[in-house]
DNA sequence: CGGACCGTTGACTCTTGTCAAAGCCAGTGG
DNA sequence: CCACTGGCTTTGACAAGAGTCAACGGTCCG
């Protein structure tokens, strides 16, 4: 359970120190800034992909449909992280802001130039996808064997470890998109999220303000019901 | 779903296609072999990554357990796919082999080394990942959205995709595995896949002999099952 | 022969999904 | 200023898919 946490602080979302600790070489200081609405599309799947991102601000949801509109959200990408990373020629997924967000642009093809002839870059690369591989499988554990209490008590229990680099109001975290992503995210419907929230505030675990801020009141409790 | 099992043939198990390619280019050839019984560990979770793996014969399933004894298989490794890349110090899942099998052992130190000074090894790390990335957020979508019977037929027709790259048997898919480590993959229990298994038998789609060999009998019908 | 392991099947339970209604909030326009 | 609208969340009643518990059968192996 800790070394899980552990993992996803320090590595599955290594982005995130790696801009703080090296903001200036990753190439993306060349990169063009673009703002994105909420709701508003990154690039879809299918789309070819021209551009490897970087978030700035807001959060990206990354997600893949089924044909009869069922979503399955594969990641939240927050600023720091990157997104569009891959071999392929094709985006695979959709990426969509759940928030006014701004994200950096670099060429694919400029990047991949750079990573040939640069092994330190193809290394960053490497490990940044390497963590993506970490988040998506310790999510698929709590998709494929935890109960609903379980996984949103793991999704906050995460999303307050994100968040809380520096010195945060400690036991706050926001939370910058819709039930229906949390749901898609999870494995959920909207309805078990919200009755599970509910649940969770009964029990004087956490509290909810507006809807959108998680006051966390008791988080070994909360850490415990996330589940080893 | 066609365009998904595309990406799962093509890439999401490149290592595959780059295992016969260029078999000689990927540094393995320097490793020593190890022999795997069935059931037995390659590494647990929590060993120190000393080595990463080639899988030459067999099966290797790659798993988290929660402390309660749940378990998640995280992907399944095929000849040719590599296990134990990452940037972390220790191993964060167990690899077991789900029969007995063959795998080639080259130190981390070694392979980071030279990665650091061959940015074309450091990309070929950098796609390995990316394409177990592709082929962890497929699963996902398959445990976050999809029934059981969507699930098991999803299954079914990726492991067919797989193994029938040389002209096999064109309709026969072996399964290597226990029902335990299916269910554990698709987050059901041992009786629902066998359940299903027996629902897909009795529709006439496939038949099974002797528990462990699947006759897909009907594809189209069995790819329409496994969903979008 | 006996036991261990695995797979299958049945009966029942329960968590989560489905369907429906109502509340809340923000933005818009009269 | 307020009614109206649309998007989102919450809550309730009910249904259903998958899990649990249990028994049985088959196969392999000592």
């Known amino acids: ?19 703080f600790c090296e903001p200036q070489h990753d190439g993306f200081e060349r990169g063009t800034i673009r703002r994105v609405e909420a709701k508003e599309h990154v690039f879809r799947e299918g789309d070819p992909r021209t551009h490897v991102f970087r978030i700035d ?7 893949k449909l089924l044909s009869d509109g069922r979503r399955q959200i594969i990641d939240f990408a927050y600023p720091g992280d990157y997104i569009g ?17 701004k994200v950096r642009c670099l060429s694919t093809t400029t990047l991949e130039h750079d990573a040939s002839r640069d092994a ?3 290394l960053k690369l490497y490990k940044a996808v390497s963590a993506e591989l970490v988040a998506a499988r310790s999510l698929l554990v709590s998709v494929g064997q935890k109960t609903a209490m379980e996984r949103i008590a ?19 975290v926001k939370l910058p998109m819709r039930r229906s992503d949390i749901g898609d ?7 078990t999220v919200s009755r599970t929230i509910t649940k969770l505030r009964t029990m004087r675990v956490i509290d909810v303000i ?3 801020e998680v006051h966390i009141l008791n988080s070994d409790r909360l850490e415990e019901l996330a589940g080893a």
Chains 1, 2 share one sequence.
């Open 154 to 172: 793991a999704f906050l229990v995460d999303l307050h470890a994100r968040n809380t680099q520096a010195a945060d109001d400690a036991d706050i």
């Open 1 to 19: 359970m800790f070394s899980e946490l552990v993992a996803q602080d320090v590595q599955g979302k290594l982005p995130i120190a790696a801009m």
């Open 57 to 63: 601000e807001g959060v990206i949801a990354l997600s």
């Open 185 to 191: 995210l999870l494995g959920l419907t909207i309805e």
């Open 210 to 212: 507006n809807g959108t």
């Open 120 to 122: 330190g870059l193809a």
């Open 85 to 101: 990373l891959g071999v392929l020629t094709d985006h695979i997924f959709d990426a969509q802001a759940t928030c006014a967000a």
